[in-house]
């Protein structure tokens, strides 16, 4: 089993900047895991931000997020990253981090284990 915990949601000012992290545990291969951030706004739909191949080598961003946020890992840390610049009140959100254990396209949304949430809001 795999455990996943966000950090570092909280309250920014239009055009601000946050980092998130992922702490992940329960299985020591978990660095061998594609990974990703999802959001879901109250009222819709949860959706791909960005996503990560298990070496880092590859990534994906959702076309409202390019330019802006930067996914990372650093598997000897069991951590992902998602740095978020220039934030905007649509970028408000609850986020979620995810890994699965087999490797699809990295715009698959199918995930095995989740994460509990943090929460991103951005004022204007």
């Known amino acids: 089993q795999v455990q996943l915990v966000e950090s570092g949601g909280g309250l920014v000012q239009a055009g601000g900047s946050l980092r998130l992290s992922c702490a992940a545990s329960g299985r020591t291969f978990i660095k061998n895991y594609p990974m990703g951030w999802f959001r879901q706004a109250p009222g819709k739909e949860r959706d791909l931000v960005a996503a990560i191949s298990w070496s880092g080598g590859s990534t994906y961003y959702a076309d409202s997020v390019k330019g802006r946020f930067t996914i990372s890992r650093d598997n000897a840390k069991n951590t992902m990253y998602l740095e978020m610049n220039s934030l905007k009140p649509e970028d408000t959100a609850v986020y979620y981090c995810?890994?699965?254990?087999?490797?699809?396209?990295?715009?698959?949304?199918?995930?095995?284990?989740w994460g509990q949430g943090t929460q991103v809001t951005v004022s204007s």
């Open positions: 995810a890994a699965r254990e087999t490797i699809m396209r990295l715009t698959n949304t199918k995930y095995d284990y």
